[in-house]
T-cell receptor
Framework: QKEVEQNSGPLSVPEGAIASLNCTYSDRGSQSFFWYRQYSGKSPELIMFIYSNGDKEDGRFTAQLNKASQYVSLLIRDSQPSDSATYLCAVNMARNNDMRFGAGTRLTVKP | DVKVTQSSRYLVKRTGEKVFLECVQDMDHENMFWYRQDPGLGLRLIYFSYDVKMKEKGDIPEGYSVSREKKERFSLILESASTNQTSMYLC????????????FGPGTRLLVL
């Protein structure tokens, strides 16, 4: 089992729709979770982080964490073509304080 | 704002050459990391460092070495470049705790011929 798993996509949504990106992780003791956005040819940039169970909202983005299910998601409301990118889930592993990244989900928002 | 810079955006080298990739951060971060990123494989950790002169192997250290002589600078060395080291190399830095975000440099796209 991979330490951090994401559906590679591509995920395609129409402009204005909600995009839902999912991530599962293996280390039950993990405590910090991050979502990065990476445009083609660019380096990852942080969108959000979440530490506590539940939802965390920042503008059009909502991160959701369920530690019991070892699941973290990112919702993008009112998706825009400029949101088209690869989204990386990252988890700080409790056992060795290492950050582990998923392989990323490629999102395309169609006008 | 955190700034992480890398010495080159694009690099072309020949098989067998020694290659140096440099990374500098300006936020006095304790931790620095080197990753490579390949299509379908995501980010893979090569080496990281928690302090000056300290280094730890990541998942794929073979064929690489690192140097951290100063807190702000972390160098990745390809001792004898091979074609399978053609990749995007990303440097990142973070503060000392498990809660800390990693900030990435712009990346170096290395082509080994």
């Amino acid at each position: 089992q991979k330490e951090v798993e994401q559906n590679s996509g591509p995920l395609s949504v129409p402009e204005g729709a909600i995009a839902s990106l999912n991530c599962t992780y293996s280390d039950r003791g993990s405590q910090s979770f991050f979502w990065y956005r990476q445009y083609s040819g660019k380096s990852p940039e942080l969108i959000m982080f979440i530490y506590s169970n539940g939802d965390k909202e920042d503008g059009r983005f909502t991160a959701q964490l369920n530690k019991a299910s070892q699941y973290v998601s990112l919702l993008i409301r009112d998706s825009q073509p400029s949101d088209s990118a690869t989204y990386l889930c990252a988890v700080n592993m409790a056992r060795n304080n290492d950050m582990r990244f998923g392989a990323g989900t490629r999102l395309t928002v169609k006008p | 704002d955190v700034k992480v810079t890398q010495s080159s955006r694009y690099l072309v080298k020949r098989t067998g050459e020694k290659v140096f990739l440099e990374c500098v951060q300006d936020m006095d971060h304790e931790n620095m990391f080197w990753y490579r990123q390949d299509p379908g494989l995501g980010l893979r950790l090569i080496y990281f460092s928690y302090d000056v002169k300290m280094k730890e192997k990541g998942d794929i250290p073979e064929g690489y070495s690192v140097s951290r002589e100063k807190k702000e600078r972390f160098s990745l060395i390809l001792e004898s470049a091979s074609t399978n080291q053609t990749s995007m190399y990303l440097c990142a830095s973070s503060g000392g705790g498990a809660w800390e975000t990693q900030y990435f440099g712009p990346g170096t796209r290395l082509l080994v011929l």
